[in-house]
């Protein structure tokens, strides 16, 4: 039986907000506006996820997904110097693929799992999970399909959660809410309907504070407590 790591976010904070940080063998969903700080909590965790677990990390490698093209290395090197590791050294940890359509996205999957029956990873980042979809499945007749291409993409997520015990941490985009009406005061949310609200174990609102201070909201998670917690967006990372 596999016991779930959990994998500190930087921030003191946002990990006891998570009770512990992020979780291996189920899918942790951020969602939020743009600059919300989705794409600097995957960077940190592509270092925090290499620290040893007496130092709540996971003492494994990293494999990173992008399909925005979002993702900047030379910002691993201060995130990577402020938990005192070797920045070259966590780097070569960090399997790295841009994804262009959906059906790349699902494939580099199945060449990820091969991978991860060979080496020790930990993490597994999709940022963002949606982005493509959106794109390649664009018409309103299409709907129903995106839907179910969606679903096969997150139960192979979940699968490489459970079989690896690896964390899984999707993003995902807000978008309006046509239901909500005008009395209804933030018309927002996640995109991906009830197929990514079922395929997400942990999902996590994330919106702009005061400057570089963002707030994580608890959206939905079984076994958490409802509640925010503040955080910063700084040159090392997420922080306190
Ligand atoms: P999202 O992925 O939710 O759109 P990001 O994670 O890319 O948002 O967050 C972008 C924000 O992170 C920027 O607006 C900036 O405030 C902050 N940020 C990015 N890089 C740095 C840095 N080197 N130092 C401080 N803050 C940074
Ligand atoms: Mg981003």
Same mark, same amino acid.
């Given at each position: 039986r596999k016991s779930v790591v959990r994998i500190t976010t930087g921030s003191q904070a946002l990990d006891e907000l998570l009770g512990g940080g992020i979780e291996t063998l189920c899918i942790t969903e951020a969602f939020g506006e743009f600059r919300s700080g989705k794409t600097q909590l995957a960077h940190t965790l592509c270092v925090s996820t290499q620290l040893p677990i007496h130092m709540h990390g996971g003492n494994g490698k990293v494999a990173y997904i992008d399909t &925005? /093209?979002?993702? !900047?290395? &030379? !910002? #691993?090197v201060p995130i990577a110097e402020r938990f005192g590791m070797d920045a070259n050294a966590v780097l070569d940890n960090i399997i790295y693929a841009r994804a262009y359509t959906y059906e790349h996205q699902y494939n580099l999957l199945l060449g990820l799992a091969a991978k991860m029956a060979e080496e020790p990873f930990k993490l597994l980042i999709v940022d963002s999970v949606i982005a493509l979809f959106r794109v390649d499945f664009s /018409? !309103? *007749?299409e709907l129903a399909e995106r839907q179910q291409k969606l679903a096969q993409m997150l139960s192979r997520l979940t699968k490489i959660a459970e079989e690896f015990n690896v964390a899984v941490y999707i993003t995902n985009q807000v978008i309006a =809410? $046509? /239901? *909500? /009406?005008?009395? #209804?005061?933030d018309p927002k949310k996640p995109a991906g309907g009830h197929v990514l609200a079922h395929a997400a174990t942990i999902r996590l609102m994330l919106r702009k504070g005061k400057g570089e201070q963002r707030v994580c909201k #608890?959206? =939905?998670? $079984?076994?958490l407590p409802e509640g925010e917690a503040v955080f910063q967006v700084t040159s090392g990372g997420i922080m306190d």
């Open positions: &925005e /093209g979002t993702f !900047r290395p &030379e !910002r #691993i /018409g !309103r *007749g =809410d $046509p /239901g *909500g /009406g005008m009395f #209804i005061t #608890i959206f =939905d998670a $079984p076994n």
